[in-house]
């Protein structure tokens, strides 16, 4: 009973220890980013799909802001334009979301309207119109 009630009081104590944010310097941020830039650009399908992943996790949890990213950007471009699976499109597309940049948003909305994959075509513009809700714009948004 003893080692039931110090492991429930543990669970609940570790639940509302406030979470630390790591914070990296110049130089470690743009280790992070160069070398997720090479991981998208590699050849392995699957290292494509988990670095623009990790990036726009990197990202959404305020370790890496938008501009420390941008070098990313056009490998990104490259690989939502030239992949060849929907995962790898569709990571990549949600990691220029992330990013934020005119540029990527443009781009998003392209590949909403125009690319023959329904998949890949709904979940870009469904980021593009996202982004223009949530920051109180709609620029460009009817499809």
């Known amino acids: 009973m003893k080692t039931l009630l110090f492991v429930v009081s543990a669970f609940f104590a570790v639940q509302t220890l406030p979470a630390q944010q790591a914070v990296f310097s110049a130089e470690k941020k743009s280790a ?14 699957g290292l494509h799909t988990s670095a623009a992943k990790v990036l726009s996790d990197l990202i959404s949890e305020s370790y890496l802001k938008p501009d420390d ?21 569709l990571s990549a597309a949600v990691a220029l979301y992330q990013i934020g940049s005119p540029i990527a ?7 909403g309207h125009f690319d023959d994959n329904k998949k ?4 870009c513009k469904n980021l593009y119109y996202t982004y223009y809700t949530l ?8 499809f």
């Open 32 to 45: 992070i980013v160069a070398n997720l830039i090479k991981a998208i650009k590699s050849e392995n399908t």
């Open 135 to 142: 920051h109180g714009t709609e620029y460009l948004v009817s």
């Open 120 to 123: 890949v075509a709904s979940a």
């Open 105 to 111: 948003l443009y781009q998003l909305r392209g590949v």
């Open 69 to 89: 990213a941008s070098p990313a950007m056009i490998p990104l471009l490259n690989l939502l334009r030239n992949g060849k699976s929907d995962e790898e499109r």
